[in-house]
């Protein structure tokens, strides 16, 4: 049973640049959530697809946007990066099945280190 | 959503039992209380989840009292691969389409 992966598992950047983080969820799963976290700082929440729309979202610019996949695979993409933008990125994926509510946890991968130079 | 409190830092040593208490004093009626694990470099692990009184599972415990304004997570018997970052989280029941907040954590290092 395939847990959720994400790639790169690294990624250097200069400011200016965009990039594309790519998140596959765990198997069975339809709904994938992205986090930020800083160093020393707990998981910050950016945005939630489901059925491939964004549906909630955190406190973060428009410079964050995200798309998801028929297959339930998703991206998250950054433009004009900042030094403030190096952080660990996290997916996470959950199971809704159609249902408005799960009471499933939510499962983690292990995340992309992105550093911005 | 409800803020809640927990200790920056803890030691024990290995053998112990590990008690790391979190704090919620505005907890809402339908909020479930979440512990999650975070191993450096690693995305957070689920540890257990509970709404009143106790629960337990293979891995540790989540102690409730009646009031639910705190909650008690027990690590029964620590080893070194123990020590990791531990949220202590609040939240409705539907945690699959929930926008978990998380606060900065209780370290936790297990000594030798």
């Known amino acids: 049973d395939a847990g959720v992966t994400q790639s790169p598992t690294h990624l250097i950047k200069t400011r200016g640049q965009q990039v594309t983080l790519r998140c596959s969820p765990k198997?069975?799963?339809?709904?994938v959530s992205w986090y930020q976290q800083a160093l020393g700082q707990g998981p910050q929440f950016i945005f939630q697809?489901?059925?491939?729309?964004?549906?909630q979202r955190g406190n973060f610019p428009d410079r964050f946007s995200g798309h998801q996949f028929p297959n339930y695979s998703s991206e998250l993409n950054v433009n004009a990066l900042l030094l403030g933008d190096s952080a660990l990125y996290l997916c996470?994926?959950?199971?809704?099945?159609?249902?408005?509510?799960?009471?499933?946890?939510?499962?983690f991968g292990d995340g992309t280190r992105l550093s911005i130079l | 959503l409800a803020k809640t409190t927990q200790p920056i830092s803890m030691d024990s040593y290995e053998g112990q039992e590990v008690n790391i208490t979190c704090s919620h004093n505005?907890?809402?009626?339908?909020?479930?209380i979440t512990w999650y694990q975070q191993f450096p470099s690693q995305g957070p692990r689920f540890i257990i989840q509970?709404?009143?009184t106790k629960v337990t599972n293979e891995v540790a415990s989540l102690f409730i009292p009646a009031d639910r304004k705190s909650s008690t997570l027990s690590l029964p018997r620590v080893s070194l691969s123990d020590t990791a970052v531990y949220y202590c989280?609040?939240?409705?029941?539907?945690?699959?389409?929930?926008?978990?907040?998380f606060g900065t954590g209780t370290r936790l290092t297990i000594i030798p």
């Open positions: 198997s069975g799963h339809d709904t």
């Open positions: 505005n907890i809402a009626t339908n909020d479930y």
């Open positions: 697809y489901y059925e491939e729309e964004e549906r």
């Open positions: 996470a994926s959950s199971l809704l099945g159609g249902r408005v509510e799960s009471n499933q946890p939510q499962h």
């Open positions: 509970g709404y009143k």
């Open positions: 989280l609040v939240g409705r029941a539907n945690f699959g389409n929930e926008k978990l907040t």
